[in-house]
């Protein structure tokens, strides 16, 4: 599994609080990490991990340097089980969790303990998470269960309900601009505008964010919005080579999101609270070609198809694109 830096700055919060936990005696033994956006919560299971199996703890952090931290540093360390198959669509099979009773069965390494690590609660199906419920309803000293998860309902309600729950939410925007920035310090091409848009676009979302910023598809994201406004004014069809590509989702959503904008504008509403607000040209500039009533209705049509793509596999995409291009044609040119 990849790892990243520890500690993150946003999941500071999170991992002292688990730590004075467990530092008064108050701590759990299955633990349930969710989060709907990339935030890195291998990094705080890893510091976690460290800290537990850490012999010489400083406090609220791990030294690093025990036999214990290296391991654990270099994935290695034998009493750290990560339970998960090779893909992420995969299930996790029953004999993997029964074959934990076996494993916890089993001296720890320098005596301290045991972690369990299921990274994807959705690969869990219904044998396999019955198996774990079992070995949740009976607790062994010294063993520890982290459970990471994107809605709280890939888990049975019954694991749900023997864990505490840990609901992992993106920084507020300031630390968040903070940490772009100093990730892009030695890119000088970004300005703020630019940083606090991709953090709008990426639900808050640093990590995101920074893959953004450094990925092409960023400045791709021009063209989409000038062709798009071309097309409103010529030619709606001339959308239809930019939006049919392995980023047709994203793409939409970019228009989805910048129509939004649009609306705000309509409303007077405060240009501060946009999502994209390095593109004030072009929000204006749709802004003066359609009419409130006419936005509204676009961005249902873009909702309704972006779902048949989600729902529908082996659709054919064009053809879909085609439907939505005309649909939006003929709100924008033709109804009253």
């Known amino acids: 599994m990849k790892k990243y830096p520890i500690l993150?700055?946003?999941?500071?919060?999170?991992?002292?609080?688990?730590?004075?936990?467990?530092?008064?005696?108050?701590?759990?033994?299955?633990?349930?990490?969710?989060?709907?956006?990339?935030?890195?919560?291998?990094?705080?299971i890893y510091a976690l991990t460290k800290w537990i199996f850490c012999i010489n703890k400083k406090k609220i952090y791990s030294c690093s340097k025990c036999q214990n931290c290296?391991?654990?540093?270099?994935?290695?360390?034998?009493?750290?089980?990560?339970?998960?198959?090779?893909?992420?669509?995969?299930?996790?099979?029953?004999?993997?969790?029964?074959?934990?009773?076996?494993?916890?069965?089993?001296?720890?390494?320098?005596?301290?303990?045991?972690?369990?690590?299921?990274?994807?609660?959705?690969?869990?199906?219904?044998?396999?998470?019955?198996?774990?419920?079992?070995?949740?309803?009976?607790?062994?000293?010294?063993?520890?269960?982290?459970?990471?998860?994107?809605?709280?309902n890939e888990l049975l309600p019954t694991i749900y309900s023997r864990c505490q729950f840990w609901d992992i939410y993106p920084p507020n925007e300031k630390i968040g601009i903070l940490w772009l920035k100093k990730k892009l310090q030695n890119n000088k091409i970004f300005q703020k505008k630019s940083i606090q848009t991709a953090l709008r676009l990426c639900n808050n979302s640093p990590i995101n964010a920074y893959q953004l910023l450094n990925n092409i598809i960023w400045k791709n994201r021009n063209i989409l919005y000038t062709i798009f406004v071309s097309a409103l004014e010529e030619d709606i069809m001339k959308l239809l080579s930019i939006l049919n590509n392995k980023n047709i989702l994203l793409y939409l959503n970019w228009i989805y999101l910048i129509l939004l904008d649009v609306i705000k504008i309509h409303l007077n509403i405060d240009k501060k609270f946009l999502y994209n607000l390095d593109q004030i040209y072009f929000i204006d500039k749709i802004s003066n070609l359609i009419l409130i009533d006419k936005i509204l209705l676009i961005t249902k049509k873009i909702l309704f198809y972006n779902n048949i793509l989600l729902k529908i596999n082996n659709i054919n995409h064009e053809l879909v694109l085609i439907n939505l291009l005309l649909s939006i044609e003929k709100i924008y040119k033709y109804d009253k």
């Open 8 to 44: 993150l700055p946003w999941l500071n919060f999170f991992y002292k609080k688990i730590i004075f936990q467990f530092l008064n005696k108050k701590n759990y033994k299955a633990y349930v990490f969710c989060s709907l956006n990339e935030l890195s919560i291998n990094s705080l």
């Open 70 to 152: 290296i391991l654990i540093d270099k994935n290695i360390h034998p009493d750290l089980h990560i339970i998960q198959n090779n893909k992420k669509t995969n299930n996790i099979h029953i004999e993997l969790i029964r074959d934990l009773a076996e494993i916890i069965s089993l001296s720890s390494y320098k005596d301290v303990g045991k972690i369990i690590w299921i990274p994807y609660a959705k690969q869990l199906n219904i044998s396999s998470s019955n198996a774990l419920l079992k070995i949740l309803e009976e607790p062994s000293d010294n063993i520890w269960f982290f459970i990471q998860c994107t809605n709280k």
